[in-house]
C-alpha cells in the first residue's frame, strides 16, 4: 500500500484536490424526508333513503395536513365500504398530486342492489390500500348510515311480437312481454291493445308480478283492412300507465277481387297524397316477369281501377293518359286524378297481350292531362289471374263409394285446366285429368270421380292461358272416410248473473263450442234441447244447421224463457238423427243441470231501536225484523241502514246516508232478526230506515215492502262543544325575501286539551302545501317553519286545532304573510379545474357547485387562452347545483376561467381569475427549462415562466443557466456561493482535507526513509 501511495502521490494529491472542489461546488444538502396526512374533509351525498338500482354519486373533499406533498405520480385512492365488508363495493382515484395545505375532490358512483329496508353503515376510506406513505393512517375515513329502499314497481314492455305476414280478414297472434323492474306488486296488471281501428282487446294477469319477473300478454287481433296499422300496447297498474309502446305494421291483402274476366295481368299500387299523379311503366319488363315475353303488349287497353282497402273493386277511372315512349311504345308515364284524402289509396293497373281471348275495348284518353299535387307511389307489385276450387270444399270429405264432381274457376279466360289427384301419404297413388270448359274458360268442371281408398286426398289444379302465363298452383285437401264432431264445452248465462241462481221468467243464454275433427262439413245439424229432468218431457227445442269447418272451433249460442219453475237438463247435440256417419258418436252430445226458482218476497216489518240513552260516537245497534212472504228462497240479498238528521216539521227520509250493510239469505215463509250497527253515533234526533236491495238478476214479487222508516227517532246526546282558541299569532321576520323560511307563532289553548295542531299554506301560484305539524315550544305557544318560498308575493295560511274532546272540536285561524323579491346572491361554494395541470391534447374538467335560494336561471363559464383569445360556454341547467365542463386544449400555458352565475330575481356572481396549466410535460409545468422540483427548491413559481430570466443573486447568470450550469441561484457563484457551498458541504471538505493531509505525510515520511 505505502509503495503504492509513493509511486502516485502526486496523482492522489491532485484527485483528493478535485473531489474537495466538487464537493465545495456541486453537492448539495439533502433535505430530510417528511410524510403526508390525508383526512377527510367534506363530502356531498344524497339523503337517505337510497333507492335499489338506482345510481349514487359521492362527492368527497380530501385535505393534506402533513408536512409533505403528495406526488403527480402518486395514485390517491379512495373505497366506499358496506357493513362489515373489507373489500370496497365502489372506488376511485386521482394521480394530480395534493400539495401540503391544499385539498381536492375525488367522486364516488355506486348502485346499490340492496333493498331490505333497514340502516347499513357506509364507510369512506382515503389511501384504503395504503398505496402513500402517511404520518397518521386511522384518520383517513368518516362512516355514515343509509336505509336502502326497494324501487317502487316499474313496469317496461320488453317486446311486441307481431307475425311476418299479416293478412287482411285472418286472425293474427300479437304478443307483448312484460318485465316488472322494481318491487313485487301483487295488484292486477291489464294490458290494452289498440289498433289504428280502435281498441282491440283488454288482458289482465292476476296475482302481479314479483321483481324481475316476466309475463306475456297474447292478443287476438283481425285487422279489417290491408295497408299501413299502428300497434300499441297500454299497460296499466291501479289506473296508471306504467308503460306503453307502438310500432307500425304492415297489413297485406289476402285477395284482391278481379276487376274483368277479360283482362289477364295487373299491377297492384299503393300511393298517398292527391293531385294527378305519374308513374312510369316498363310493360315489356312486367311482360317478361309473367313468363309470357314475346307476346305483344296492347297499349290501348289498359285500364286503371280504383280499390277499398277492403280489396274491393270502388271504381274504373277513365280519366287517364299514357305517353308512350318515342321508340317502345310499351314503355312510357301513366297518369291519372288521385283524389284528396290523407289515408292510403290502393290502385291495380290492367293491362292484357293479344294472344289472349276476351273482349278488351280501348277508351279516350285525356291528352291534355299533366302531373301536379303531391301525389306518391309507395310500393307496387304485378299480378296475375289466378285460380279457385269451388267444389269439393278444402278440408271437406266423402265416402269411398260415392263420387265427387269437381269444379274450378279462373279469374280470366284460360285455355286449359288440369287436375292431379294424389293420395296424401303416398303421390305414387294418382289420377291426372283435364277439366271440361263449361263457360268460356272462365268456369271447368269435371264429374263422378271415384276414390280408390280411405284416407287424406289432395286436389291439385293447374292452368295455363293463351299467352303462357302459368297462374299459382292450387290445392285442396279431402278426407275419404267418416269425419268426427265434438262438443268441446258448453256454458249457461242469464239475466240473473253475477248471482248463481236462476228464476223463473229469466231468459238463459246457452253456448256451446263445436269443433269437426278431420273433415269440413256442409249441412251439419245441431239441437238444443230443454227437458224436465223427472219426466225427461221436452220443454223447448230448437234447431240449427252449420259448415263446421275442420279443426276450427266455431261458437254457437241458443236462448230459452224460462216461464215454469222447477228442475230441468239443458242439452246440446250434434247431428242428432245420425245423418251423418261419424268415426266416434260419443262425443256428440253436452248436459247441464239447472235449476229455476220462484221468486221470493222481502219484507221489512219493524226497526227495533235502543232503549238506553246514547251518547255520541258510541256504538249504536239497532235490530231489524225481515220476513220471506214468497214461495222462493232470497239468495244474497243485501239489506241496509240508512240513518238521516230528523228537521222539525219535516220528516222526509231520502234513504241516502248509509251506515251499514248485511247479506242475507231466507227461505220462503221464514223471518229472521237482522243486528245492524251506527259505529259512531253523531248527536242529535235521527230518522232510521231500513231498505232490501233487489240488484243484477235478482228477483222479489213485491218491492213495496222492501223499505221502511223506523215509527220513532234516534236521539243521541252531546258531549263538550267548545273549539280551541287560537290568539297571539306572529310572523316573522317581516319582509322576508324570497328563499328565506317564514317563522309562523301562535298561542293556543283549549279546556280539554289539544290532540293536534296543524298548517297549511297556498303560495302567489296557487300551490298547496298540505297540513303540516306545528311543533309545541313551552306551554301554549307552537311554532312552525315554511321554506318553500322561491315565489315573491301574498302567502296564504290556516292553522287548525282539534282537542282532545269525543267530537275533535276544531278551531280555524287564517292569515297572510309577503315574500319580498330576492336580493341574495347565488353561492358557488366549490370549483376547481381537473386536473390543474394536464398535458396538452388531452380533456380538462372544470367542476363547480352553484346554489340559490330560489334557483338559478343561467350558468356561463369564459375561458382565456393564453394568447389572448376568449370564449365563452353557457351550461345547462342542474337541479343538483353541480355543473362539469369537459374541453380538450392543444395550447401550452395558464388558461384563465371565470364563472358567473344568476339566479331567477337577476342576482349575479361571480368567481374570476381562476386558471388551470396546458404544458407539454408534468415535469416543467410553465415549459420555461426549468423542472418543476428544482424551482420549488429554490424558492421559485413552477407556474411562472419569467423566472428563467431572473438573477436572483446578481451574479450574472440567470436562473436557468444556474440549473443548466448546477449552481445555487440564491448565491453569488464566484463568492457568497462558495462561502455557503463550504458551509453547506463542511464533512465533504473536512474528509478531504484529512485525506489530503495523510497523503503528505506520508510523502515526507517516505522522503526521509530514502535519505
Known amino acids: 500500500m505505502s509503495k503504492f501511495i509513493r509511486r502516485n502521490n502526486k496523482i492522489l494529491i491532485l484527485f483528493l484536490f478535485f473531489v474537495l472542489i466538487v464537493n465545495v461546488i456541486g453537492f448539495q444538502t439533502n433535505a430530510k424526508d417528511n410524510l403526508a396526512d390525508l383526512v377527510p374533509y367534506s363530502f356531498d351525498a344524497p339523503s337517505s333513503p337510497w333507492i335499489a338500482e338506482e345510481e349514487i354519486e359521492i362527492i368527497f373533499q380530501i385535505k393534506n395536513i402533513g408536512t409533505k406533498n403528495v406526488s403527480a405520480d402518486e395514485v390517491l385512492e379512495v373505497g366506499l365500504f358496506l357493513d362489515s365488508g373489507q373489500n370496497p363495493v365502489a372506488s376511485n382515484s386521482t394521480n394530480i398530486g395534493l400539495k401540503i395545505g391544499k385539498t381536492c375532490y375525488v367522486n364516488i358512483t355506486w348502485t346499490p342492489l340492496i333493498a331490505d329496508g333497514k340502516e347499513h353503515n357506509l364507510k369512506i376510506f382515503i389511501n384504503y390500500n395504503s398505496k402513500i406513505q402517511e404520518l397518521i393512517y386511522t384518520n383517513n375515513y368518516w362512516s355514515f348510515k343509509v336505509v336502502f329502499k326497494q324501487k317502487d314497481t316499474e313496469l317496461s314492455i320488453e317486446n311486441i311480437d307481431v307475425p311476418d305476414n299479416i293478412i287482411a280478414g285472418n286472425t293474427a297472434d300479437i304478443s307483448a312481454t312484460v318485465k316488472n323492474n322494481g318491487k313485487d306488486t301483487d295488484k292486477i296488471i291489464y294490458a290494452k291493445l289498440n289498433s289504428s281501428e280502435g281498441e282491440i282487446q283488454t288482458l289482465k294477469k292476476v296475482g302481479g308480478l314479483d321483481k324481475d319477473e316476466v309475463y306475456t300478454f297474447n292478443f287476438k287481433w283481425t285487422p279489417s283492412f290491408f295497408g299501413t296499422h299502428t300497434l300499441s300496447v297500454d299497460i296499466l297498474l291501479v289506473n296508471k300507465t306504467h308503460a306503453y309502446k307502438e310500432i307500425n305494421i304492415n297489413v297485406g291483402v289476402g285477395k284482391l277481387d278481379w276487376w274483368n274476366n277479360n283482362w289477364h295481368y295487373r299491377y297492384f299500387l299503393t300511393l298517398m297524397g292527391s293531385g294527378n299523379v305519374s308513374h312510369t311503366f316498363n310493360f315489356t319488363k312486367l311482360i317478361k316477369d309473367l313468363g309470357i315475353f314475346p307476346n305483344s303488349f296492347e297499349n290501348d287497353t289498359i285500364r286503371i281501377i280504383r280499390y277499398s282497402n277492403l280489396g274491393k273493386v270502388i271504381e274504373e277511372i277513365d280519366d287517364y293518359r299514357f305517353i308512350e315512349g318515342a321508340v317502345d311504345y310499351t314503355k312510357g308515364k301513366l297518369l291519372w286524378k288521385v283524389p284528396k284524402n290523407p289515408t292510403e289509396k290502393y290502385y291495380c293497373i290492367y293491362f292484357d297481350v293479344k294472344s289472349n281471348p276476351g273482349i278488351r275495348t280501348s277508351i279516350d284518353e285525356n291528352e291534355a292531362m299533366v302531373e301536379s299535387g303531391d301525389a306518391t307511389v309507395t310500393c307496387g307489385f304485378i299480378d296475375g289471374w289466378r285460380i279457385t276450387i269451388q267444389n269439393p270444399v278444402d278440408n271437406g270429405y266423402t265416402l269411398i263409394q260415392d263420387s265427387i264432381n269437381i269444379s274450378v274457376l279462373t279469374d280470366s279466360k284460360a285455355k286449359e285446366v288440369k287436375a292431379l289427384v294424389y293420395y296424401q301419404s303416398n303421390e305414387s297413388i294418382n289420377s291426372s285429368f283435364y277439366l271440361d270448359d263449361i263457360n268460356q274458360g272462365i268456369n271447368w268442371s269435371y264429374k263422378n ?78 239441437l238444443f234441447s230443454v227437458r224436465e229432468k223427472s219426466s225427461n218431457k221436452e220443454r223447448y227445442s230448437e234447431e240449427r244447421s252449420l259448415t263446421l269447418i275442420k279443426d276450427k272451433i266455431i261458437n254457437i249460442s241458443f236462448n230459452w224463457y224460462a216461464n215454469i219453475s222447477g228442475k230441468y237438463n239443458i242439452f246440446v247435440i250434434i247431428d242428432p238423427q245420425n245423418e251423418i256417419n261419424e268415426s266416434n258418436e260419443k262425443n256428440n252430445e253436452k248436459k247441464k243441470e239447472v235449476t229455476i226458482n220462484e221468486w221470493p218476497d222481502l219484507s221489512v216489518n219493524n226497526i227495533i231501536l235502543p232503549t238506553d240513552s246514547i251518547m255520541e260516537f258510541e256504538q249504536v245497534k239497532i235490530d231489524v225484523i225481515v220476513e220471506n212472504k214468497g214461495l222462493g228462497k232470497a239468495f244474497d240479498f243485501i239489506i241496509k241502514l240508512f240513518i238521516e238528521e230528523y228537521s222539525e216539521g219535516s220528516g222526509i227520509m231520502k234513504f241516502l246516508d248509509e251506515k251499514d250493510n248485511k247479506t242475507i239469505n231466507l227461505e220462503p215463509g221464514s223471518s229472521k232478526t237482522v243486528d245492524m250497527y251506527w259505529d259512531r253515533a253523531e248527536a242529535g234526533k235521527w230518522l232510521v230506515g231500513v231498505n232490501i236491495l233487489v240488484e243484477g238478476g235478482q228477483r222479489d214479487s213485491n218491492l213495496l215492502n222492501n223499505q221502511k222508516l223506523s215509527d220513532k227517532n234516534l236521539v243521541i246526546k252531546s258531549y263538550e262543544r267548545n273549539k280551541p282558541v287560537i290568539s297571539n299569532v306572529n310572523i316573522e321576520p317581516i319582509g322576508q325575501q324570497q328563499g328565506g323560511p317564514i317563522t309562523i307563532f301562535a298561542e293556543i289553548t283549549d279546556d280539554s286539551g289539544l290532540k293536534s295542531v296543524k298548517i297549511k299554506y297556498v303560495d302567489p301560484s296557487q300551490v298547496l302545501y298540505n297540513w303540516t305539524n306545528m311543533i309545541r315550544q313551552q306551554d301554549n305557544l307552537f311554532k312552525a317553519v315554511f321554506d318553500n318560498t322561491v315565489v315573491n308575493g301574498k302567502y296564504n295560511f290556516e292553522i287548525k286545532a282539534v282537542d282532545t274532546s269525543v267530537r275533535a272540536n276544531t278551531g280555524i285561524y287564517k292569515d297572510n304573510f309577503t315574500i319580498l323579491l330576492d336580493k341574495i346572491y347565488p353561492v358557488i361554494s366549490y370549483y376547481e379545474a381537473r386536473p390543474r395541470v394536464q398535458l396538452k391534447g388531452k380533456n380538462v374538467e372544470i367542476y363547480f357547485i352553484a346554489k340559490d335560494n330560489i334557483d338559478i336561471d343561467s350558468v356561463k363559464i369564459l375561458i382565456s387562452l393564453p394568447d389572448g383569445n376568449e370564449f365563452q360556454k353557457i351550461l345547462p341547467y342542474s337541479s343538483e347545483g353541480k355543473y362539469v365542463y369537459n374541453n380538450i386544449y392543444n395550447m401550452t400555458g395558464r388558461h384563465i376561467y371565470e364563472i358567473e352565475v344568476k339566479d331567477k330575481a337577476g342576482n349575479r356572481v361571480t368567481i374570476s381569475s381562476k386558471f388551470f396549466w396546458i404544458t407539454k410535460s408534468f415535469d416543467d409545468i410553465d415549459s420555461d427549462g426549468m423542472p418543476n422540483y428544482w424551482e420549488e427548491q429554490n424558492g421559485f413559481d413552477p407556474e411562472n415562466p419569467n423566472d428563467a430570466i431572473d438573477d436572483k443573486d446578481n451574479d450574472g447568470i440567470k436562473n436557468k443557466k444556474e440549473y443548466e450550469l448546477g449552481t445555487n441561484p440564491l448565491k453569488n457563484i464566484f463568492s457568497e456561493n462558495a462561502i455557503a457551498r463550504l458551509k453547506d458541504n463542511a464533512f465533504y471538505l473536512g474528509g478531504s482535507i484529512i485525506a489530503f493531509l495523510f497523503i503528505i505525510i506520508l510523502t515526507t515520511f517516505n522522503r526521509r526513509f530514502r535519505s
Open 449 to 526: 270421380f271415384k276414390f280408390e281408398k280411405d284416407g287424406n286426398w289432395i286436389i291439385r289444379i293447374n292452368s295455363i292461358d293463351n299467352a303462357g302465363y302459368v297462374p299459382p298452383k292450387v290445392e285442396n285437401s279431402i278426407l275419404v272416410g267418416n269425419p268426427d264432431f265434438e262438443i268441446i264445452n258448453m256454458s249457461i248465462f242469464s239475466e240473473s248473473q253475477p248471482t248463481d241462481e236462476i228464476y223463473k221468467f229469466t231468459t238463459l243464454s246457452v253456448n256451446a263450442n263445436v269443433k269437426s275433427h278431420r273433415a269440413t262439413v256442409e249441412k251439419v245439424d245441431i
